[in-house]
């Protein structure tokens, strides 16, 4: 009899610990359930921020791209430009050399007449 009452006791004090532990067990479980949500929320979020970073970085990366393509067009447009101008440069160093020898002809020629127009009236 008693050492059923010792085992009752053992027993229910077994049960009580047991209940303690299956309680403390539960609570945990929620928080761990409450601490799961809350991360699986926050995941969704960066998750979110991380695909709308993406497609921002996909338009800067086209714009980028863009204006790469413009700067290619631009330099061959500034080369081109370079090229005339330097055969510009020479066309008016030609046309000076040009008018030099023109206007050289010009004053001999003028000369010329002078002296002819000197024996001419002598």
């Known amino acids: ?3 059923n009452e010792v085992t009752l006791e053992e027993l229910d004090k077994n049960l009580r610990a047991t209940i303690k532990m299956a309680t403390d067990n539960e609570q945990k479980l929620d928080e761990l359930s409450r601490k799961l949500g809350v991360q699986e929320a926050e995941l969704k979020k960066g998750t979110e921020r991380a695909e709308l970073a ?3 970085l996909k338009g800067i990366e086209e714009e980028l791209e863009s ?3 413009n700067m290619k067009k631009l330099e061959t447009s500034a080369e081109k430009a ?4 330097e055969k510009l440069v020479e066309k008016i ?3 000076n050399n040009k008018f030099k ?3 050289a002809r010009y004053e001999y020629g003028e ?3 002078t ?3 000197q024996r001419i009236d002598d």
């Open 82 to 85: 370079l090229e005339r101008e």
């Open 54 to 56: 993406e497609n921002n």
């Open 115 to 117: 002296k002819l127009n």
């Open 1 to 3: 009899c008693m050492n």
């Open 111 to 113: 000369m010329n007449i």
């Open 93 to 95: 160093l030609s046309l």
């Open 67 to 69: 204006v790469g393509d």
């Open 101 to 103: 020898a023109t206007e």
